[in-house]
């Protein structure tokens, strides 16, 4: 473990090789799991402020759970998470023209309708992010759905906390990421 302010973060992250591959898995982390992804509080506010700018590109069954339950819902830990489709799909997504399911909320981030790029939490993975009392854990997920990713991310000797800079930057500031990279020459 390595510790940066008030963060612990798992070898895993500097170790580990990843890099996403839609071709392959064509987004199924996004619609596979057995609940939606984790939500911080202002981001549910946000995701209700941008609903109706992604609306016309969510699907008919992701709009009739939001119309029902709205874009999120407590899980059994207690925690805000994205609302799903049939106890798995997010509702944000959509699937491209070459089968690839997508983010809805990426997809208008990057068309500039709105300057929210996605849930950190999605943005972050395959990082996974453990809230305590004294710090936070930020530890690398392993999911049999990613293989391919790590099998890329081998392959072109990206890890994970290369691959996911910019995520890393956002939540917790290009100081830290330096720091981040410091420690990862020296335990080499």
């Not at 759970?65 to 997010?90: F, H, L």
């Not at 917790?172 to 020459?185: D, M, N």
Request: glycine share 6%; net charge negative; charged share 30%.
């Amino acid at each position: 473990m390595l510790q940066i302010d008030d963060t612990i973060i798992s070898l895993d992250v500097l170790d580990e090789s990843f890099v996403c591959d839609l071709t392959s898995c064509k987004g199924i982390c996004c619609i596979e799991g057995d609940a939606g992804a984790p939500l911080e509080e202002s981001e549910v506010e946000t995701l209700n402020e941008i609903l109706p700018i992604i609306w016309d590109d969510l699907t008919q069954k992701s709009k009739d759970v939001i119309t029902q339950q709205g874009v999120s819902y407590i899980d059994e830990d207690g925690e805000p998470v994205t609302s799903i489709v049939d106890g798995k799909e997010c509702v944000f997504t959509y699937t491209d023209s070459n089968g690839v399911c997508k983010c809805a909320i990426e997809k208008a981030y990057r068309e500039s309708k709105i300057d929210f790029y996605k849930p950190i939490s999605c943005h972050l993975y395959p990082i996974r992010l453990q809230k305590y009392e004294e710090f936070t854990a930020v530890n690398y997920h392993r999911w049999k759905v990613c293989d391919c990713a790590r099998t890329l991310g081998g392959n072109l000797k990206v890890p994970v906390y290369k691959f996911l800079k910019e995520p890393l930057v956002r939540k917790f500031g290009a100081q830290w990421y330096e720091q981040l990279e410091i420690a990862a020459v020296e335990l080499k």
